[in-house]
């Protein structure tokens, strides 16, 4: 709540706060934070370590791929942070999503139609 003040940060209700269940997380009043911002509040199941995996993937990547250690402010970590976010949404193409970035992934998914290029021997 202090950090969200702090950095005159507006989150929309949209926001969706993932953690598992230790007991900072499951507090009464970690949880009237999250209830009194308007967020959702996801928890992954007990002992099931598989549930973060895709989270735990995702930050990976992402820690090892920008340097925060060059920004000054918080408001540039979260510019470097946004920026990266795009680029992984839009342009950084996964082998497990069929060589696609998860966008053009979820298009393919939702129309049936592969959107790059192949050339005759079905590569790209």
Not at 35 to 45: G, P, Y
Not at 50 to 62: L, T
Request: charged share 25%.
């Amino acid at each position: 709540n202090r950090l969200l003040k702090q950095h005159r940060i507006s989150l929309s209700t949209e926001t969706l706060i993932h953690s598992d269940q230790g007991c900072h997380y499951t507090s009464c009043r970690f949880i009237q934070i999250v209830k009194d911002a308007q967020l959702r509040q996801s928890m992954s199941r007990r002992g099931n370590c598989w549930d973060n995996a895709p989270q735990e993937s995702f930050f990976g990547h992402m820690k090892d791929e920008i340097d925060l250690s060059k920004c000054s402010c918080f408001s540039e970590v979260k510019a470097v942070i946004d920026d990266w976010i795009n680029y992984y949404n839009n342009d950084r193409y996964q082998w497990q999503l069929a060589k696609l970035s998860p966008n053009e992934y979820y298009e393919y998914i939702v129309t049936g139609q592969y959107p790059l290029q192949l050339n005759p021997s079905g590569e790209i």
